[in-house]
């Protein structure tokens, strides 16, 4: 009994491990039959007298071989990722664009159409590698549009520590069939994908075009938080799409400066999220969506690029208005998402280095499996004198930025999971905030103590303050809030309309940490059952709204919203997303002139 007791245990603790890793079925059976089939072994050696020391250790030994070897040739396959959740969805009607026709997919109700997969521009591989994106090419027949195109080349954990992350980081994880694969990476990964809704409009829908975030060395189109079925459903076309990461996207030198038509570096993955947004003010009718009424929208390092996009000279005319969640470089030296020429250069030197060789040319001829490992630091865009011209904040002192309308905003913790394994105390405080203060670090830790009572969104629940707390909510200002506090400001002075949020909400999930608001703005709480309550659902339906509106007018407000106040010289409240929705004053206005005085600072130097 104790033998076949521990086979179970180890059979079921393995049937977990393949969940996890996404083995295929077929594994499964294996791993089911290896486990019966040892007990039967054990049961007829021991009914024939010849259970012994020896045989018990061939059983053992063939079943935990058997299981290693099943693992092993069970993996999951790649498979693109389907551009809807339904099985064997229903074909579109087919669409013609530039480079041919191509057929998307509907959603199950049929109430929007998903077109996943359209390349924007040419596979940047090759000698196009560290080059401007190419323009598409075109194909003969009808193109199928109905799954996403391969992630990025990126740093990437196994299938297992991914499973793993969401079931104690997420707490989304899902046991469910069809899902045994693992999405492709590739450096041939410019594809886009538009969301539209099915039902006639008398007029072009206004679009908005989503710039995922990640650091700009990691992310993918196909993350269900930021699909656009829920919005299209409100009468927009949502469009996202993946972009050169890392080394591929922000590798910088000066060989690659002179071999450029455009005399450019270092900004591939900024010039590939402009490619695609041409693409889509060329194309973007087709689908029903309006050219001349885009949005362009993102979060985290998708929003330093939406800041980005707004300086560039080369974006002027393709756009209205712009969406920033949690992210901006508008700082006169930005923390992060954005670094001087100088210094660009130098991680380029350190690739070359690393690899051995003398040229950015021969870094073309090196695998991207091996390229993308680099050690350097490529996760940043920088002047380039082409598709930037001058550190961003001189654009907006000049009042030559595009967007005409912004809504931007920050949530409550959005430094937390960033200082997860950073042990701060009363002693390393000040040492800790003068990593990106230096010597205003002391005035920092005046506003914000070690011991500063502990905050909940904006309210003080806990006398007993903390350093990790203190540590979180000064980097909450520093790495993230401060950028909006400027971005907001600059659109003041020049007279456009700036809306500001601050998200809140609690929940299950991801909470009111970074990135915690994408699947309420962007109406996908929906797949992630059990996870958001009644509350939740009220507040995406409200936020989606909010959005949409934006999207249509540069102004968020309309009939059965709570009203959200234009930010103005006299008007410096946000609007708090959470289940009373309310305009407040900014938490981290007293952080605030500590960090313009470091900024100043650096100005003088």
């Not at 299209?232 to 080394?247: I, P």
């Amino acid at each position: 009994m104790l033998f076949t007791g521990l086979i179970i245990f180890l059979t079921i603790l393995y049937l977990i491990i393949l969940e996890l890793s996404k083995n295929i079925i077929l594994g499964w059976i294996i791993g089911v039959v290896a486990a019966v089939a040892a007990i039967i072994a054990r049961m007829s050696l021991a009914n024939m007298g010849q259970l012994n020391i020896r045989t018990k250790f061939i059983i053992w030994g063939a079943f935990i071989a058997i299981l290693c070897i099943n693992y092993l040739m069970t993996s999951p396959p790649y498979k693109n990722v389907p551009a809807v959740d339904n099985k064997n969805p229903d074909v579109t009607e087919v669409v013609h664009v530039t480079q041919g026709d191509l057929t998307g997919v509907y959603n199950a109700d049929h109430s929007v159409k998903v077109y996943a997969g359209i390349p924007y521009a040419k596979p940047p591989v090759g000698e196009l590698r560290f080059k401007e994106p190419q323009a598409p090419e075109s194909w003969e027949g009808v193109r199928a549009c109905d799954a996403f195109g391969p992630m990025a080349m990126q740093p990437r954990s196994n299938t297992l520590y991914d499973s793993l992350s969401h079931i104690l980081g997420w707490h989304d994880y899902q046991v469910k069939l069809g899902d045994e694969y693992v999405e492709p990476m590739s450096e041939d990964c410019l594809y886009l994908n538009v969301f539209a809704p099915e039902e006639s409009y008398d007029e072009p829908l206004p679009v908005i075009f989503y710039i995922h975030g990640g650091s700009l060395t990691t992310g993918q189109s196909s993350y269900t938080e930021y699909r656009g079925e829920n919005l299209a459903k409100r009468g927009v076309v949502v469009v996202n799409f993946a972009y050169r990461l890392g080394v591929f996207g922000y590798y910088t030198a000066d060989d690659l400066k002179e071999e450029s038509p455009n005399g450019t570096t270092g900004n591939y993955g900024l010039l590939d999220q402009i490619a695609a947004l041409n693409w889509v003010k060329e194309n973007i009718a087709a689908f029903g969506g309006d050219p001349n009424q885009i949005t362009i929208a993102g979060e985290s390092a998708g929003s330093s690029s939406v800041n980005a996009i707004c300086v560039s000279p080369i974006t002027k005319g393709l756009f209205n208005y712009a969406i920033a969640e949690s992210s901006g470089i508008l700082a006169y030296k930005p923390f992060h998402t954005f670094r001087d020429y100088d210094e660009a250069v130098e991680q380029g030197d350190l690739v070359r280095q690393e690899f051995g060789v003398n040229s950015s040319n021969e870094l073309r001829d090196i695998s991207a499996d091996k390229l993308v490992e680099t050690s350097s630091n490529q996760s940043a865009m920088t002047v380039d004198g082409y598709a930037i011209v001058e550190q961003p904040y001189l654009t907006y002192e000049k009042g030559e930025n595009h967007e005409k309308a912004l809504l931007n905003g920050f949530n409550a913790k959005e430094a937390d999971a960033f200082n997860l394994g950073i042990k701060a105390t009363a002693e390393n405080y000040e040492e800790l905030l003068a990593e990106d203060l230096d010597e205003y670090a002391s005035e920092m830790a005046k506003v914000v103590p070690a011991d500063s009572p502990k905050r909940d969104q904006h309210f003080i629940v806990d006398a007993m303050g903390d350093a990790k707390g203190a540590l979180n909510e000064a980097y909450s200002a520093i790495w993230f809030s401060y950028s909006h506090y400027l971005w907001n400001n600059y659109m003041i002075e020049q007279g456009k309309p700036a809306y500001e949020y601050y998200f809140t909400k609690e929940n299950d999930s991801l909470s009111n940490y970074h990135a915690g608001e994408l699947p309420y703005a962007y109406g996908n709480l929906w797949r992630h059952p059990g996870l958001y309550s009644r509350e939740d659902y009220e507040l995406s339906d409200t936020m989606q709204q909010y959005w949409v509106n934006f999207a249509k007018t540069g102004n968020p407000n309309g009939d059965g919203l709570p009203n959200w106040e234009m930010r103005d010289e006299n008007q410096s409240k946000l609007l708090q997303l959470d289940t009373t929705i309310r305009m407040i004053d900014d938490p981290n206005s007293a952080l605030y002139p500590v960090i313009d005085t470091y900024q100043n600072s650096l100005k003088e130097k």
